[in-house]
C-alpha cells in the first residue's frame, strides 16, 4: 500500500455506533484490512494515479484548488472571513452502468412530485382516493393555497431539483430528502470540474468522464420551455436576494452562463398585471423568473408584507399567465419530510410504477404507536423536522446528550406533526485528505433534475457533499462540509440516452467525418528580423558586435 | 516628425507577437482543457489538428499525439516559430531593436516576459501558465494604450495588433470547420477568444453555428471579431497616411483590408458559413498580404540591414 493511503482504515475500527454496521466504502471492498491493495474497479485508474503520489504533492495540488477558489470567488463566508468553498482532490467516481439506475430514479421520482403537486393545487385526487391524508396536505407549512390555480403553459412546476441521495451499508443507492423549492449547489458541480481539470489533469487521463457543462443550457431550455404562451422570444431573468445570500456566486453563474439578467426584487416592478425591469432604455416586459428567492419573501402582497427581496403583484401576473415563476410557489409541499414517507405510494399511485430508488425507513410521529417507539429508542435515531432542509434542526440520537435528548422528547410529544425519526444510516464513505492524512469520510450525493415539459434530464453526476470531521454524518458546507467533483465514468456513456435514436451510429459518423477534411493553416508570419532562419545572421552579428556585449541588457 | 522605418516595423510586430502570444494561449488552454473535459473527443486527431490550425507542420507518422506533444511544440519550444515562447522572444527582440523609442515600462514587462518563460510545464501548471502569458499580453497593452502618446509609434503598434488579431480569429474558426461535427463546439470556440459570456448577454442563450459565427466575424462592438478588427487596421492606416486625393484608394494595405471586410460583411452568412474553411483562408491571406504590403509601404527592404556571409 502506498504512503498516501498508510492508516486508511484504521479510523474505523473504533469508531462503531451501537446497533449499525460498518459504512460502505466507496473506494475499497475491504477498508480495515491493513493491506488493501485492491480498489473497486471503478476506481482503479484514480486509485493507479493517486498512488504515484505523495500526500505532499496532493497536498500542494489541494492548495492550488483553494487558491484558484479564493481568486474566483468560490468563497462562503466563515466568521466574517471569506473562505475557499472546501473541494477535496479525490473525485466521487460513479460507474456509468450504475448511474443508468441512479438516473432512471430520479427521472421516476421527479414525474411523480410534478404529478403530486399539480394533484395537491388541483383536483386532489389522491386525498379523495385515500393515498394521503388530507390534514397532512394542509398541515404543511409549504402548502399555498395561493398558488392553487396557478400553472406554467407546459405544466412544470419543478424546472430545477435536487433529490439528495445516500448510499447505505450494502452500497444500495437510498433517497434521503427531496428539494423541489430552490435546490443549490449546482454552481459548485460546474466549477469543480474546471478547476480539478486545471489542477489535477492526470487524474482524467484515461477515464471518461461525462462532462457538466451542458447544465446551463438545459436549465435555460426548460425556462425558455415554461414561458406563458404566444411569446416567442421570452426573456428570462435570475431573481436573487442580493449580494449577502450564501449562494450568489451561484446565481451570478447561472445568469452569466445563460447569457440572462441577474435582478434584485428593486428591479422589476409590476404593473397591469405584468412584470418589467427598469432598464436604461425604460421597462422591459420580464417573461420568465428563475427566482432564488424563497416563497416567503417572493410577493409582499400574498406573503411576507416586510419583504423586500420580491416585488409586490409578482403571484398576480403568475395567476394572470403573464409570468412563470419558476420553481413554482407551493413546490415546499412535496418536499415535505412527511410527504416523503408517502413517496414510494405515490409512484405506484400516480405512475403505477414501484419505486426504483427506495427511501430510508421512517417513522411517523404522528402514528401514537410510531411515537411511543420513537421516544423509546431515541438515543439510537436520527430525528429530522419536516420542512428542514440541510440538517437544519437534525438531532442524531447516538451523538447528543442526555439534556438534548430530553428537550427533543418534549418538543416531539407536543408537536409530532412536526417531525420525522430515521434508524442512524451509516453513510458510504470515500477516501478525503484530511490533517492526518488520506481518510475515509461519509459522502452523499445531491443530482440535479431539469423538466423542461417533455423529459427530465439528470446532469451526470451531480454534488458531492462529504463531511469534514471523523465520523460526523451531516453533510453541508454550512456545518463543516466539503465537496468533492462527481464523475459519472465509462466507456459506453451513450447508451443510456432515452431519446431512442442510434447514437453509437451518429458517433461513428462523425468520426468518419472528421478523418475526411483536412485542412492546413497557414504558417505565421514573421518579421523579417525574426524569421526562424535568420539565426546565422543574429549569430554574426554577435560576432561582429562583440565590442557591445556588455550593453545588450 | 516622421520616424525611422526599423524602429516603425518594430513596433508593428511587437503589436503582432504580443497578440500572437496572448491568442495562441487562448486557443491552446480551452482546447487542452476541452480533451480532459470532454471524453468523446480523440485527443489524437484534435492534437493534429490544433497544430495544422496553429500553422505547424504535423508530424506525417503515425505515432499518437498527446496534449504533451501540443504542449511542448506550441507552447515552450523557443525555436518552433508558431510557439508562445517564440512569439514572446520575438517581441522582446523587437522591443530592443526600438529600445530608444519603447517606453522603459513596456521594454521592462516584454523583457521580463522573456525571462521568465519556462522552460518545462508540468501538466497541473498549464493553465496557470497560459493564465500567465495572458496576464502578460493584458499588461503589455495596458503599458501601451495607457501611457503612449496617439503618435506613429501607437499607430503601428495597434496596426500589429489588428492584423494579429483578425487572423488569430480566423485560425480559431478554422478549428471548427476541421471537425464539423464532433470537433470543438462553438461555446469551446467563443471561450477560446473570451467571447463566451459577451455573446451569451448578446445573444442571450446558446451558441447556434449561425449566430456565433457571425458574432466572431462580423460584430461591430466585439473587439476580437474578425470585422472589428480589420476595421480598427483600417483606421490606423488612414491615420498614418490621411488622405487627400478624391479618388479610390491608393493604397494598397487599405485595398487589401477593404476587399476582405466587404467580402464578409456583404455575403450572407449562410454563405460563409458553408464554406467556412475557405474563408477563413482568405481571411489568412489578406492579414499575411497586408502585413506585406505595409511592410513595402512604410519599412522597404533595402532600408532593413542585411548581413552576408564573408566569402573569402
Known amino acids: ?553 | 516628425m516622421p520616424m525611422l522605418s526599423r524602429i516603425a516595423e518594430s513596433l508593428f510586430w511587437i503589436g503582432r507577437y504580443i497578440e500572437r502570444s496572448d491568442g495562441t494561449a487562448r486557443i491552446l488552454d480551452v482546447h487542452l482543457q476541452l480533451l480532459l473535459e470532454d471524453p468523446w473527443i480523440e485527443e489524437n486527431l484534435a492534437c493534429r489538428s490544433l497544430l495544422s490550425v496553429m500553422g505547424s507542420d504535423v508530424p506525417d507518422d503515425e505515432r499518437s499525439l498527446t496534449r504533451a506533444d501540443v504542449l511542448a511544440t506550441l507552447a515552450i519550444d523557443r525555436t518552433h516559430p508558431a510557439s508562445i515562447a517564440y512569439s514572446l522572444g520575438a517581441a522582446r527582440e523587437n522591443a530592443r531593436r526600438a529600445r530608444e523609442i519603447v517606453s522603459t515600462e513596456l521594454w521592462e514587462c516584454l523583457n521580463t516576459t522573456r525571462a521568465k518563460m519556462p522552460r518545462k510545464i508540468s501538466g497541473d501548471k498549464t493553465h496557470e501558465f497560459f493564465g500567465w502569458v495572458r496576464d502578460r499580453a493584458a499588461l503589455a497593452v495596458g503599458i501601451m494604450e495607457s501611457s503612449a502618446s496617439r503618435d506613429e509609434a501607437w499607430h503601428f503598434f495597434t496596426l500589429g495588433r489588428s492584423i494579429e488579431r483578425a487572423d488569430m480569429t480566423a485560425r480559431l474558426l478554422a478549428t471548427r470547420s476541421l471537425t464539423e461535427a464532433s470537433g470543438p463546439s462553438w461555446t469551446t470556440i467563443l471561450r477560446s477568444c473570451g467571447a463566451y459570456e459577451s455573446y451569451l448577454r448578446t445573444y442571450r442563450g446558446v451558441p447556434s453555428a449561425r449566430n456565433a459565427a457571425e458574432f466572431l466575424l462580423l460584430d461591430r462592438l466585439f473587439p476580437r471579431s474578425i470585422l472589428y478588427s480589420v476595421s480598427r487596421a483600417e483606421q490606423c492606416l488612414r491615420d498614418l497616411a490621411p488622405r487627400n486625393e478624391r479618388l479610390g484608394v491608393t493604397d494598397n494595405s487599405q485595398r487589401l483590408l477593404g476587399q476582405i471586410r466587404s467580402q464578409l460583411e456583404y455575403r450572407p452568412i449562410t454563405d460563409i458559413l458553408h464554406e467556412l474553411p475557405r474563408y477563413m483562408d482568405s481571411v489568412q491571406d489578406a492579414t499575411s498580404a497586408t502585413s506585406e504590403a505595409v511592410r513595402q509601404r512604410y519599412f522597404p527592404t533595402n532600408t532593413a540591414p542585411s548581413w552576408i556571409g564573408e566569402s573569402v
Not at chain 1, 144 to 166: C, F, T, W
Not at chain 1, 453 to 480: F, I, Y
Request: hydrophobic share 40%; proline share 7%.
Open chain 1, 1 to 553: 500500500m502506498v504512503d498516501l493511503f498508510d492508516g486508511y482504515g484504521a479510523t474505523l475500527l473504533p469508531r462503531s455506533r451501537r446497533g449499525s454496521a460498518d459504512p460502505w466504502d466507496e473506494m475499497f471492498p475491504e477498508p480495515k484490512s491493513h493491506d488493501p491493495v485492491e480498489a473497486r474497479a471503478a476506481y482503479k485508474d484514480i486509485y493507479n494515479a493517486l498512488a504515484r503520489m505523495t500526500q505532499e504533492e496532493l497536498r500542494g495540488r489541494t492548495d492550488a484548488l483553494a487558491s484558484s477558489y479564493l481568486a474566483q470567488g468560490v468563497t462562503f463566508d466563515f466568521a466574517g472571513e471569506e473562505r475557499p468553498f472546501p473541494l477535496d482532490a479525490v473525485p466521487r467516481v460513479i460507474a456509468q452502468s450504475e448511474w443508468v439506475d441512479v438516473e432512471a430514479g430520479i427521472k421516476q421520482r421527479v414525474k411523480a412530485l410534478e404529478a403530486f403537486l399539480a394533484d395537491i393545487y388541483g383536483s386532489q385526487a389522491a386525498v379523495r382516493d385515500g393515498v394521503i391524508p388530507a390534514g397532512l396536505i394542509s398541515s404543511s407549512n409549504h402548502f399555498h393555497r395561493e398558488a392553487a390555480g396557478i400553472v406554467s403553459p407546459n405544466n412544470v412546476r419543478i424546472q430545477v431539483s435536487g433529490i439528495d441521495l445516500i448510499r447505505d451499508e450494502n452500497g444500495a443507492w437510498r433517497v434521503l430528502e427531496d428539494n423541489v423549492r430552490v435546490p443549490s449547489g449546482v454552481s459548485y458541480v460546474i466549477s469543480n470540474r474546471r478547476v480539478m481539470a486545471q489542477t489535477l489533469p492526470e487524474l482524467f487521463v484515461s477515464m471518461r468522464v461525462r462532462p457538466v457543462g451542458d447544465y446551463p443550457n438545459k436549465l435555460l431550455q426548460a425556462l425558455r420551455a415554461s414561458a406563458p404562451d404566444g411569446i416567442d422570444d421570452p426573456t428570462v431573468v435570475v431573481l436573487t436576494p442580493g449580494v449577502y445570500n450564501s449562494a450568489y456566486f451561484e446565481h451570478t453563474l447561472l445568469a452569466r452562463l445563460m447569457g440572462v439578467e441577474l435582478v434584485e426584487g428593486r428591479d422589476l416592478f409590476c404593473s397591469g398585471g405584468k412584470v418589467w425591469m427598469r432598464t436604461t432604455a425604460g421597462p422591459t416586459r420580464v417573461d420568465v423568473i428563475y427566482r432564488r428567492v424563497d416563497d416567503e419573501f417572493i410577493d409582499p402582497l400574498q406573503f411576507r408584507a416586510d419583504s423586500m427581496l420580491g416585488s409586490p403583484g409578482l403571484l398576480l401576473a403568475a395567476r394572470l399567465g403573464n409570468v412563470t415563476i419558476a420553481n413554482a410557489v407551493g413546490n415546499g409541499v412535496a418536499d415535505d419530510k412527511l410527504v416523503y414517507t408517502y413517496m414510494p405510494d405515490l409512484i405506484q399511485y400516480y405512475l403505477g410504477e414501484k419505486a426504483i430508488i427506495p427511501n430510508v425507513d421512517t417513522w411517523r410521529l404522528e402514528d401514537p404507536g410510531a411515537l411511543e417507539e420513537v421516544l423509546d429508542r431515541l438515543d439510537e435515531l436520527v430525528v429530522k423536522p419536516v420542512d428542514g432542509s440541510g440538517g437544519k434542526g437534525l438531532v442524531v440520537g447516538p451523538d447528543a446528550s442526555p439534556k438534548e435528548l430530553e428537550t427533543l422528547r418534549a418538543r416531539l410529544i407536543a408537536d409530532p406533526r412536526g417531525w420525522i425519526a430515521q434508524p442512524v444510516v451509516q453513510l458510504s464513505t470515500i477516501p478525503t485528505l484530511v490533517e492526518d492524512g488520506m481518510r475515509p469520510r461519509h459522502a452523499d450525493l445531491r443530482p440535479f433534475a431539469v423538466n423542461d415539459g417533455s423529459d427530465v434530464w439528470v446532469l451526470p453526476g451531480g454534488l458531492t457533499r462529504v463531511a469534514l470531521p471523523e465520523g460526523q454524518l451531516v453533510v453541508n458546507s454550512s456545518q463543516g462540509g466539503g465537496s468533492k467533483d462527481t464523475w459519472v465514468v465509462g466507456l459506453d456513456p451513450l447508451s443510456s440516452s432515452s431519446d431512442g435514436h442510434n447514437i453509437q451510429g451518429l458517433v461513428a459518423e462523425q468520426a468518419a467525418n472528421t478523418q475526411a477534411i483536412q485542412i492546413i493553416g497557414h504558417q505565421p508570419d514573421h518579421s523579417p528580423e525574426d524569421r526562424p532562419r535568420n539565426q546565422d545572421q543574429a549569430q554574426q552579428q554577435q560576432q561582429q558586435g562583440t565590442a557591445d556585449a556588455g550593453e545588450v541588457l
